[in-house]
């Protein structure tokens, strides 16, 4: 058996555990650069509010409802999301990591009868160690468990948890379940079922094989068969190696000035570059790239790849060819919107031979980057830096409404009096 644990409105839930003063009342999360919803609470869809809707639309909105709104805060996110994991842990070795507010667990050690009773103890765990409240689903598959954990989050018989195992509940279940809330289907595929009769998951479980492998390929055949509680989807224990590192960010307002966008791509390649290193990959390869905004006249975007001399994760390399690079591809008089920067041909470093006129001090250059790397660490992601990245922050993003990182700053921690 396999139970899906998702956080309920992950984003509000976790500015909820600081500010008790948000419980039960209408709240929105914002995406990079303040720009549109994408986490609501339940008080905030009701009065209508849907999620992607630009802020700038709904500002008059939101001070007529009292509603409260904060900029994204992904340093607290990200570290409530590794809580949570490390509470699932003490319920199953096998978890994997859907996403950031989403993990699937084996419970094959727990007998159905009492597949209920441990998933209301998963529920409760989460919630007295971290306060994030959550939707369990436990079911034979993991495309079930999905269903099992939409129905458990709306029902009010359910009350957040559900463990489906007998035919007729599962029956029931997909007869209840929409086309287009099947995970998997996408709009045009849901628009291409419901054209053809298809309403219901239960329905889509009915189709014809050969008509699946025809119009939906070989995933669409694995969906319908993990409806019929045929496993078809392992769970992902491990992560395999990256194939590339993408870094890149919207400015706070359009930049003209060649060293401000230098700035912003510096900030940019070292967090690429810190990430290369968490992996324990070198890449030989990097493209940048910047543009305008999509949105205005005469859009204009450029980029350019580089080859490094040799295979590395060492920053201040990165550093050295994006500046000869970006001058390549900067032009003058035009307002800069976004810019980012691509590693790819990424390799494992315990993999790549030595270099026979490779003359780097890769011992000193070793010890340094890893001493940085152990200082910001410990004492937040940008403790020490190169200087490139100091120039200036006109670039940064808008987040005028950010709460602030009580898990992950000593100096940010929440009082208690």
């Not at 699932?88 to 989403?102: N, R």
Request: charged share 25%; net charge positive.
């Amino acid at each position: 058996m396999i139970s899906l644990i998702d956080g309920n409105n992950f984003y509000v839930s976790c500015e909820r555990v600081f500010n008790p003063k948000l419980r039960n009342k209408p709240v929105v999360v914002l995406s990079n650069n303040d720009g549109c919803v994408v986490s609501r609470s339940d008080e905030a869809k009701k009065l209508g509010i849907k999620m992607g809707q630009p802020f700038f639309e709904i500002k008059p909105f939101i001070k007529k409802h009292d509603i409260k709104y904060f900029s994204s805060n992904y340093s607290l996110y990200g570290d409530m999301s590794a809580r949570i994991i490390k509470t699932l842990e003490q319920f199953s070795p096998e978890i994997e990591m859907y996403s950031i507010d989403e993990a699937f667990i084996d419970l094959s050690h727990v007998s159905q009868e009492k597949l209920h009773e441990f998933g209301w103890k998963i529920k409760n765990t989460v919630y007295q160690h971290t306060g994030i409240p959550c939707g369990i689903g436990i079911s034979f598959t993991k495309s079930l468990a999905k269903v099992a954990n939409k129905i458990a989050k709306k029902s009010a018989k359910a009350k957040g948890v559900l463990a489906l195992y007998e035919q007729s509940h599962i029956t029931e279940a997909l007869k209840r379940t929409e086309i287009g809330d099947l995970w998997g289907i996408g709009r045009k595929y849901a628009k291409k079922l419901k054209e053809n009769g298809v309403n219901s998951a239960l329905e889509y479980r009915n189709l014809e094989i050969d008509w699946l492998r025809k119009n939906l390929t070989i995933n669409g055949v694995h969906l319908a068969q993990e409806l019929h509680g045929i496993s078809c989807l392992d769970l992902e224990l491990f992560h395999e190696p990256k194939k590339s590192i993408t870094v890149s960010r919207s400015f706070g307002r359009a930049q003209s000035d060649f060293n401000d966008i230098f700035s912003a791509l510096a900030n940019h390649t070292a967090v690429a570059c810190r990430k290369l290193r968490q992996e324990g990959l070198e890449a030989q390869y990097f493209c940048i790239y910047l543009a305008t905004s999509y949105h205005k006249e005469n859009f204009f975007s450029d980029s350019i790849n580089i080859r490094l001399p040799y295979y590395t994760s060492f920053t201040p390399e990165y550093l050295k060819y994006g500046l000869i690079a970006l001058k390549k591809i900067f032009k003058e008089n035009k307002m800069y919107k976004k810019c980012g920067i691509l590693l790819f041909d990424l390799k494992s470093k315990s993999t790549l031979p030595s270099h026979l006129f490779d003359f780097r001090n890769l011992e000193q250059e070793n010890a340094l980057i890893s001493t940085i790397d152990q200082i910001n660490n410990r004492n937040g992601a940008s403790s020490i830096n190169f200087a490139d990245l100091f120039i200036n922050k006109n670039w940064t993003p808008q987040r005028a409404h950010v709460s602030k990182k009580y898990t992950t700053n000593l100096n940010e921690l929440i009082l208690a009096r």
